[in-house]
């Protein structure tokens, strides 16, 4: 296991369909985090995980957006009823304690384009 | 919430000159600051990150500083090179809970 891997690495889609992604993390990384990523924008927060326990969510995860972790290993963030404007990068860290602080590993993220 | 503002948002150096990247958050319960490297198409790695316990923290040709009074850190990076162009990031929040990310800067290092 070398990385955090996201599946799929795009997708494109019509307004008003469900869409899934799925995050592995890196093994015994016990904090999971999923951000979306607008062109020559930061990360935005979205919500994240500690093994199965969703701890945060952000304003920004409406009502259409749910993030599963269920055996606490992958992830899941499905978006229903799709928007023009969830068109992003919707990228996952998972994150390791470590002397001084945490390190985030992150994928390589899932370009959804809503059409 | 925490505000993470983060400037320049467009850096252009020429290879072999520093580089200097400013970030100000507004939480001050935040004790944790790190920084990330976008390349295109790939999620943002991790280059260097300091703890508010600490004022500088250095790794090679970068180092980090943090005011803690003033509630700002920058990223240094010296003696630039063409493979240091990429999107930079700031994160700031607490080391294992929630951290918010600056608007990121595009530096370019011309050879």
């Known amino acids: 296991d070398t990385g955090v891997s996201q599946d799929p690495r795009h997708k494109i889609t019509k307004r008003g369909q469900n869409v899934t992604f799925r995050c592995d993390p890196i093994?015994?990384?016990?904090?999971l985090y999923w951000y979306r990523q607008t062109l020559g924008q930061g990360p935005e927060f979205l919500t994240y995980?500690?093994?199965?326990?969703?701890?945060?969510k952000s304003r920004l995860l409406s009502d259409r957006f749910s993030a599963e972790r269920p055996k606490g290993s992958f992830s899941t963030l499905e978006i229903q009823r799709t928007e023009q404007g969830d068109s992003a990068m919707y990228l996952c860290?998972?994150?390791?304690?470590?002397?001084?602080?945490?390190?985030?590993?992150f994928g390589q993220g899932t370009r959804l384009t809503v059409v | 919430g925490e505000n993470v503002e983060q400037h320049p948002s467009t850096l252009s150096v020429q290879e072999g000159d520093s580089a200097v990247i400013k970030c100000t958050y507004s939480?001050?319960?935040?004790?944790?600051f790190p920084w990330y490297k976008q390349e295109l198409g790939k999620g943002p790695q991790l280059i260097i990150d300091?703890?508010?316990?600490?004022g500088e923290k250095k790794d090679q040709r970068i180092a980090v500083t943090l005011n803690k009074t003033a509630k700002h850190f920058s990223l240094h990076i010296t003696e630039t090179q063409p493979e240091d162009s990429a999107v930079y990031f700031c994160?700031?929040?607490?080391?294992?809970?929630?951290?918010?990310f600056g608007q990121g800067t595009i530096l370019t290092v011309h050879p």
């Open positions: 860290a998972s994150r390791v304690p470590r002397t001084g602080g945490t390190e985030a590993f």
């Open positions: 093994s015994e990384h016990n904090r």
């Open positions: 995980f500690q093994n199965e326990a969703q701890l945060e």
């Open positions: 939480d001050s319960a935040s004790n944790y």
């Open positions: 300091i703890r508010s316990n600490v």
């Open positions: 994160e700031s929040g607490t080391s294992y809970g929630k951290l918010t």
